[in-house]
């Protein structure tokens, strides 16, 4: 059965899966970005394969997508998936569902924040391409197929949405739903990696001491691994547009604050269009 690390991009999906990696895969309980491996991204190129005869056919894919889970599930082993996409229907086919999948970790961050990483990590032109990111609700991104580059198995159609809908989207799923917001993984992250470490405790019947879990939460700061990728680089990492040079991926971090970072008049046009949301979550 799949458990779910279900994140709109940017959100602090990757944070809190090499977490969960340090917890479960590393016998230090130490960070490493080289055991991010043990908990990978869905969808991949190599979930479909013998699947389907056109992958970059929305509609053959998204026919698949509950089948290649099956497939997944057949060693009836529970493994943790990192998924930026959003918990859609397509036609007649669901994303995902309750029979194959154990729960979902929900992470979530203010979208006055996410906007500058989207800027920054999708290189985008300006806040006004950023926000079209944002707000678009037929949005998807890794539908294009090159077999020159080298993320070609990550490079696969992902349906995104708007930041609203992708938010909506996932709290419907009420089978065992862990909300972590971003903001409180920062002002409080024993509190929420505790909260995270019961959460799959219960779910895995194990038990962690203590002292492993503050081990785990001490190295998986954001300047520790913000030291890691600097000391030995990070695969995930995107390249520059422009220049084709890696960028950091561990960036801003807590620096990214909206407040000093964004216009008054994008603050209130994001505040606008994602008020209901964003009221439910404690953000305005």
Same mark, same amino acid.
């Given at each position: ?15 809190? $899966? ?125 539908? $294009? ?121 994008? $603050? ?17």
């Amino acid at each position: 059965m799949i458990i779910w690390l279900a994140s709109y991009p940017k959100s602090g999906n990757t944070w809190v $899966r090499s977490f969960l990696t340090s917890l479960l895969y590393n016998k230090k309980n130490e960070a490493n970005l080289k055991d991010l491996v043990n908990i990978q991204q869905y969808p991949l190129r190599s979930h479909f394969t013998n699947l389907v005869s056109k992958i970059d056919d929305l509609s053959e894919l998204s026919s698949n997508w509950i089948l290649s889970q099956k497939i997944i599930n057949q060693d009836k082993k529970i493994k943790f998936f990192k998924t930026h996409h959003a918990l859609c229907k397509f036609k007649n086919s669901y994303f995902t569902n309750g029979e194959v999948s154990l729960g979902v970790v929900h992470i979530v961050r203010d979208p006055r924040n996410v906007i500058s990483s989207i800027l920054y990590h999708y290189s985008k032109k300006n806040y006004e391409e950023a926000k079209d990111f944002l707000f678009d609700e037929r949005k998807a991104i890794g539908k $294009r197929f090159d077999p020159n580059d080298p993320e070609v198995n990550r490079n696969i159609f992902t349906v995104l949405s708007s930041w609203k809908n992708h938010y909506t989207s996932w709290k419907q799923f009420k089978k065992n739903y862990l909300l972590i917001k971003y903001e409180d993984l920062l002002s409080n992250p024993n509190d929420e990696f505790y909260n995270l470490s019961n959460y799959i405790s219960k779910l895995l019947n194990i038990e962690f001491e203590n002292n492993k879990i503050n081990h785990a939460i001490k190295s998986n700061s954001f300047e520790n691994l913000k030291k890691l990728e600097k000391e030995g680089g990070f695969e995930e990492a995107v390249s520059d547009k422009e220049t084709g040079e890696k960028k950091e991926f561990f960036n801003l971090g807590p620096a990214n604050d909206w407040s000093k970072l964004l216009s008054s008049e994008l $603050r209130e046009s994001i505040e606008k269009e994602f008020e209901v949301e964003m009221r439910e979550l404690g953000y305005i």
